[in-house]
């Protein structure tokens, strides 16, 4: 059974930066996105940062200081630099592909990480 396992957030002052890792354990195939989300207390889960199998799209909020990067096969990072307050949330990770023995895709998410940014 494919799971994804995310780590690297942590506390960090405003303008400082992080790195987010998200590895998949187990064999998956057929990744056709892989993506971070973020949600923040009472507001909902949001799309951050994504890879397709044509393109990278970023938020708005995070252009130019967020970078998303993968190895093609079972993991994806995002680089979080220049932090802001208002990037404090939960991040999620997710890819979208099947497992091996299965022919239908399915999505596949992280358990989540927190990222505060905080003087």
């Known amino acids: 059974q494919v799971q994804l396992v995310e780590s690297g957030g942590g506390l960090v002052q405003p303008g400082g930066s992080l790195r987010l890792s998200c590895a998949a354990s187990?064999?998956?195939?057929?990744?056709?996105?892989m993506g971070w989300y973020r949600q923040a207390p009472g507001k909902q889960r949001e799309l951050v940062a994504a890879i397709t199998t044509s393109k990278i799209n970023y938020a708005d909020s995070v252009k130019g200081r967020f970078t998303i990067s993968t190895n093609n096969a079972n993991a994806v990072w995002l680089q979080m630099n220049s932090l802001k307050p208002e990037d404090s949330a939960v991040y999620y990770c997710?890819?979208?592909?099947?497992?091996?023995?299965?022919?239908?895709?399915?999505?596949?998410w992280g358990q989540g990480t927190q990222v505060t940014v905080s003087s």
């Open positions: 187990g064999n998956i195939f057929s990744i056709i996105f």
């Open positions: 997710t890819f979208r592909g099947r497992e091996a023995g299965s022919i239908n895709t399915r999505d596949y």
